[in-house]
């Protein structure tokens, strides 16, 4: 498939006429594809399969996609693996609609963008974490914390503070 806009617009207008049950796949397989002005996606590949039923097109999507962000607790740029799978029925009449009131355009012409989208937008995770054992910043320099190597010299005190570490010292004794 091309990089064009369009590029999640299938036709499948060839499926109205055919009998209950026959389907078709359509892959998918996108360096690059960009579903909003915030959200572009990298590696966006997979399939849509399409079944002819008695109240529409069933579409099932499964795919698999990368979004550059950034680690919640380091701020280090990563590549978010994200995947979606989901399952839509476009009605041939607003009789047959499902829930989502999906209904086949006259042209024959389904567009899974706006699916891709929201699906897409569900399986980022609110705090994207380069790897699971990150430790974030330190929060006295602002430096990445890497596997416990990162020290400060205790005996640097604000100034202002230094009377405060005083009386801390004689409540102590």
């Known amino acids: 498939?091309?990089?064009?806009?369009?590029?999640?617009?299938?036709?499948?207008?060839?499926?109205?006429?055919?009998?209950?049950?026959?389907?078709?796949?359509?892959?998918?397989?996108?360096?690059?594809?960009?579903?909003?002005?915030?959200?572009?996606?990298?590696?966006?590949?997979?399939?849509?399969?399409?079944?002819?039923?008695a109240q529409g097109i069933l579409v099932q999507v499964a795919m698999n996609a990368t979004l550059a962000t950034e680690c919640s607790r380091c701020l280090v740029n990563i590549e978010q693996p994200l995947t979606i799978d989901?399952?839509?029925?476009?009605?041939?009449n607003k009789r047959s609609v499902?829930?989502?009131?999906?209904i086949l355009p006259e042209d024959g012409h389904?567009?899974?963008?706006?699916l891709v989208r929201e699906y897409m937008y569900l399986a980022i995770p609110i705090n994207p974490i380069c790897r699971p054992d990150c430790q974030g910043l330190c929060p006295v320099c602002g430096e990445i914390l890497l596997d416990g190597q990162h020290h400060h010299d205790d005996d640097l005190i604000d100034p202002r503070?230094?009377?405060?570490?005083?009386?801390?010292e004689k409540n102590n004794q």
């Open 86 to 92: 989901f399952t839509e029925l476009y009605a041939f």
């Open 161 to 168: 503070l230094a009377q405060l570490k005083v009386l801390l």
């Open 1 to 53: 498939m091309n990089q064009s806009s369009n590029a999640l617009r299938l036709n499948v207008g060839f499926l109205i006429g055919q009998s209950v049950g026959y389907s078709r796949f359509f892959y998918i397989d996108l360096p690059q594809f960009k579903l909003d002005s915030d959200l572009i996606l990298h590696q966006l590949n997979g399939s849509a399969h399409l079944t002819r039923t």
């Open 98 to 102: 499902s829930e989502s009131g999906l």
């Open 110 to 114: 389904i567009d899974l963008a706006p």
